[in-house]
């Protein structure tokens, strides 16, 4: 992982939002989520489908129009200043968007005319492009006929051909192989590096790790945020491993002890996650003992899933007893 | 507006249209398919009758009349007979629709005024019957014989002629309401799906994105298609003065000013359906939802005095209505544009409703 660049200050700010709601009809799409995405770096929205991470990217650049809550992009007021927003940001949508039907040279030519590269600088722009994202010899390709790897290079060529400030990216590699993943992350940071803010939404958990910070969304709240390292330093202790021959009866048997949060099996072991460390452990090799089943239970450094595991549970129980 | 993110629009759909084969077939084989089939079909200059004559005359003026009705075209000779009866036994085998008796008497008869000329009809074709009639212009023979009716006669030679007229009228008058109504049913159809294509493709969601403005937008989108609308013209005007000699009374410019109005008027349409529909298929039957009222209510298959007052109201909202007006005007009796205003005001005032409503109903929003 790389560390953020030295080049964001402190105080800078790219994306504030305060409250940030958005229903449709009788569905809360995005729920009071407050928000705080620093210049420079790659900032991860994690969370399953439907959790309401292409609405607030859709609110953040104004396309969507928030139901209640205060949005500030680069300074401006979002949605009254969309519009001057709009020439200082790229937008990479989750569906491919360029023309199926246009080459990847017309597909640029097209957004540098309408993104307001200058005339004269537009034809450089263009061959700079092609040589970075590996297009030289497919400029007269039509995009329709590009692979989903190769499609979503095209994409994020065509939102970086004005060089913006901010680029957001709605799960821009939902359709790629893991190949194809690694190169485009490397232009992601490459893009960072050069001072461009990133909002990225992913539901993978190896792309959420590469993240400088991340917030963690599910149902529409904003359940956690942080950099992956303080997001999984705070569950320390809580993750554990237990080897033991029969781990489909030990599943059976830790779910149901109150110290574990969630049992998954992972091989012939299980990783469990409780809902603190120390006092758990004992409980845990207790109740294995109590059955008769011979285990090895170890701490482990606790990953993103288990962040996410546990932050979306309270939510879930939070959710279940609303009156208490 | 920036003239730039205008053309850049304007290129795209260019680019995107030579690479749409079927669009592009579309463009050029609607006027041509229409053209022919409401040329031939609604055609009442009927030609090449199969017929057949007898002549028991066979004197000079007998054979002279013969000839003339052959030289028209309106006939062809099929058969030629000694008898009526040989004529009535091949009208009921259907070998021939038209059949001409010249009576022995013919010269006598000719001189006396009487009936000199027989025209038998196959009266099971309305089209040919009804052509008859108009053509011979006299009442129905009351002595019909039995098994061929109705029998019709020509008292004589004057009356025969009225046959020769050229019954062109129809096609004159269909070619030029044939270029609204192509212009009506393409035009709005390829805007129609303009916009909504974009959505369904994915492609809108990052257009809206961009600092790309509403009118920048739309207008890109339906300037190439004034070009398209204008090349459908030309072809219809040719083709209509090749395969049916429809002249241009008026200015050739004018009737291409008339046309850019209508084109104009339908891209607007075509523009607001596209921001109303749901899907392609959507905006489809909204095209025809207006393309019909269009083609039965502008006066292009009826005469606009003969309709109900509610549908005169109504003829008057559709853009073709007043495109029929001023094409009429310009291309059969010479008038100029300048004269018939009040349609083309009309045509403008359309397009500028049109247009802004479809402006203000898009929104670069997704909610």
Redesign the interface.
Known sequence: MNPPPATAAAGEVAIRARGLTRRFGELVAVDRVDLEVPRAHVYGFLGPNGSGKSTTIRMLCGLLTPTAGEIEVLGLKIPQQAEALRLRIGYMTQRFALFEDLTVQENLEFLAAVQGVPRAATRRRIEELLAQFDFADRARQLAGTMSGGQKQRLALAGAVIHKPELLFLDEPTSAVDPESRRDFWEKLFDLADAGTTLLISTHYMDEAERCHRLAILDHGRLVADGTPAQLTGALDGRSLLVHTAQPRRAQQLLTKLTAVRSVAQIGNSLRVLCDEGGAAIEAIRAALGKAGLAAEVEPVAPNLEDVFVASTARHAQAAAQPAA | M?W??L???M??EL??LR??RITLVMILGIPIVQLVLFGYAINLNLRGLAAGIADQANTAASRALVMDMVASGVITPRLAATSPAELTDALRRGKISLGIVVPPDFEARRFDGREAVQVLVDGSDTVVQSAAVQLAQVPLDSRATANVAPLLRAPNQISVVSFYNPQRRSAVNIVPGLVGVILTMTMVLFTGVAIVRERE????????????SRTELMVGKVAPYVGIGLVQTSVVLALGAWLFHVPVAGSVLDVYATAMLLILANLSLGLLISTRAQSQFQAMQMTFFVFLPSILLSGFMFPFAGMPKVAQWLAEVLPLTHFLRLIRGIMLRGAGFTELWPDALALLAFSAVMMTAAILRFH????
Not at chain 2, 201 to 212: H, Q, S, V
Request: glycine letters at 4%.
């Open positions: 920036n730039r993110r053309f850049a629009v290129l795209k680019r995107q690479r749409d493709r994915g492609n809108m969601e990052l257009l809206i994105a961009t600092p790309i670069k929003r997704l909610d």
